[in-house]
């Protein structure tokens, strides 16, 4: 069973049942890639502030679809059950781990064209992603922004898996999710299209979003007050 036409039309359905939120001045942060035009139509939606934050899956030994934890800035996520069932070497973590905060850093670089990440201190933070399947991502996501001290983080997303949203209702102030099939074998399987989204989607839509708030005369990201600027990852 389908439930969702494409990533945009998840994004719309999604923002119905956010609507209240329009009026607290919401930042949106979508999770790229595939969160991003998620992301970009609950912002539309909601008329708030769009920004990203990049996570990288850590990829199981043999099966790199599998996470056995994630990264995100500032953070390294690790599932430990996954990996004493897998029997992880502490090389390969430290190893993945390695790569995968190079890709971030040069993600982060691209998506940015040197804008200031969004200003979410006290705000009330809408996450978005375009599923659930092990968590991992999303959890990695939500310890990097507790170290910004939003006011409320909202996980939104369009279909999960129901043990991995049932998990997730504690890391976070609410959780909407659309569906949670009984039979979830993959995020794909809510979408009649579910084509990947490239770097050059997130780009453009980023970069849409920074022209329309220039020429609206309306911010879309606030620099921090602090740093003037965006945070380095690490």
Same mark, same amino acid.
């Given at each position: 069973?389908?439930?969702?036409?494409? @990533? +945009?039309?998840?994004?719309?359905?999604?923002?119905?049942?956010?609507?209240?939120? =329009?009026?607290?001045?919401?930042?949106?942060?979508?999770? &790229?890639?595939?969160?991003?035009?998620?992301?970009?139509?609950?912002?539309?939606?909601?008329?708030?502030?769009?920004?990203?934050?990049?996570?990288?899956?850590? *990829?199981?030994? *043999?099966?790199?679809?599998?996470?056995?934890?994630?990264?995100?800035?500032?953070?390294?996520? %690790?599932?430990?059950?996954? %990996?004493?069932? /897998?029997?992880? &070497?502490?090389?390969?973590?430290?190893?993945?781990?390695?790569?995968?905060?190079?890709?971030?850093?040069?993600?982060?670089? %691209?998506? +940015?064209?040197?804008? !200031?990440?969004?200003?979410?201190?006290?705000?009330?933070?809408?996450?978005?992603?375009?599923? %659930?399947?092990? $968590?991992?991502?999303?959890?990695?996501?939500?310890?990097? /922004? =507790?170290?910004?001290? &939003?006011? =409320?983080?909202?996980?939104?997303?369009?279909? $999960?898996? !129901?043990?991995?949203?049932?998990?997730?209702?504690?890391?976070?102030?609410?959780?909407?999710?659309?569906?949670? !099939?009984?039979?979830? @074998?993959?995020?794909?399987? *809510?979408?009649?299209?579910?084509?990947?989204?490239?770097?050059?989607?997130?780009? =453009?839509?980023?970069?849409?979003?920074?022209?329309?708030?220039?020429?609206?005369?309306?911010? /879309?990201?606030?620099?921090?007050?602090?740093?003037?600027?965006?945070?380095?990852?690490?």
């Amino acid at each position: 069973m389908t439930y969702f036409l494409d @990533r +945009r039309d998840a994004g719309r359905r999604l923002a119905q049942q956010l609507a209240k939120y =329009r009026d607290t001045r919401p930042v949106v942060i979508g999770l &790229p890639r595939g969160g991003v035009p998620v992301a970009d139509e609950v912002a539309r939606a909601l008329n708030a502030v769009l920004d990203v934050l990049v996570v990288r899956k850590l *990829g199981a030994p *043999g099966n790199p679809e599998f996470a056995i934890g994630a990264i995100a800035p500032g953070v390294t996520h %690790l599932e430990r059950d996954h %990996l004493q069932a /897998l029997n992880v &070497p502490t090389a390969f973590v430290q190893h993945a781990v390695a790569r995968e905060q190079a890709e971030l850093r040069r993600r982060e670089q %691209l998506f +940015r064209e040197g804008r !200031p990440e969004a200003e979410v201190g006290g705000k009330t933070v809408i996450l978005v992603d375009d599923g %659930l399947a092990t $968590g991992a991502s999303v959890k990695a996501a939500v310890k990097s /922004l =507790r170290a910004r001290s &939003p006011g =409320r983080i909202v996980l939104a997303v369009p279909i $999960g898996a !129901p043990d991995t949203v049932t998990d997730l209702r504690a890391e976070v102030d609410e959780l909407v999710c659309l569906e949670t !099939p009984a039979f979830f @074998r993959a995020v794909g399987q *809510g979408y009649v299209d579910f084509s990947p989204t490239s770097d050059t989607d997130v780009v =453009r839509i980023l970069r849409g979003r920074h022209m329309e708030a220039e020429e609206g005369d309306v911010r /879309l990201t606030e620099p921090s007050a602090s740093s003037g600027g965006g945070r380095s990852s690490t």
